[in-house]
């Protein structure tokens, strides 16, 4: 079982950078495929980006793809993602999840953290 906890939310500015990070706790976070998603006000879930348990592969959104950084510290058991020039339709709430599958699908991810808050806004 992993549990996983969202941080580093916020309201920024349009063009402005944030970076996320998801703590996960238990033994076998390196195992899990990670993920984060997002699901702006009205819409369904979508995926933004994936990586692999050693972080070698990387698979992200084109509506994110050369803005957004994913990453992982499996010695530290956390995941972060790093977004630039962020855009006002950027606005969700950010979630991470856990899986077996280096996939793109809401249903192939076991585990998720409660979600946090981005506000892209002048």
């Known amino acids: 079982q992993v549990q996983l906890v969202e941080s580093g939310g916020g309201l920024v500015q349009p063009g402005d950078s944030l970076r996320l990070s998801c703590a996960a706790s238990?033994?076998?976070?390196?195992?899990?495929?990670m993920a984060w998603f997002r699901q702006a006000p009205g819409k369904e879930r979508e995926f933004v980006a994936a990586?692999?348990?050693?972080?070698?592969?990387?698979s992200y959104a084109d509506s994110v793809k050369g803005r957004v950084t994913i990453s992982r510290d499996n010695a530290k058991n956390t995941v972060t993602l790093q977004m630039n020039r962020l855009k006002p339709e950027d606005t969700a709430v950010f979630y991470c999840?856990?899986?077996?599958?280096?996939?793109?699908?809401?249903?192939?991810?076991?585990?998720w953290g409660q979600g946090i808050q981005v506000t892209v806004s002048s």
């Open positions: 990586i692999s348990p050693s972080g070698g592969l990387t």
């Open positions: 999840a856990a899986g077996p599958n280096f996939a793109r699908g809401r249903g192939d991810f076991n585990y």
């Open positions: 238990g033994r076998t976070f390196r195992s899990y495929y």
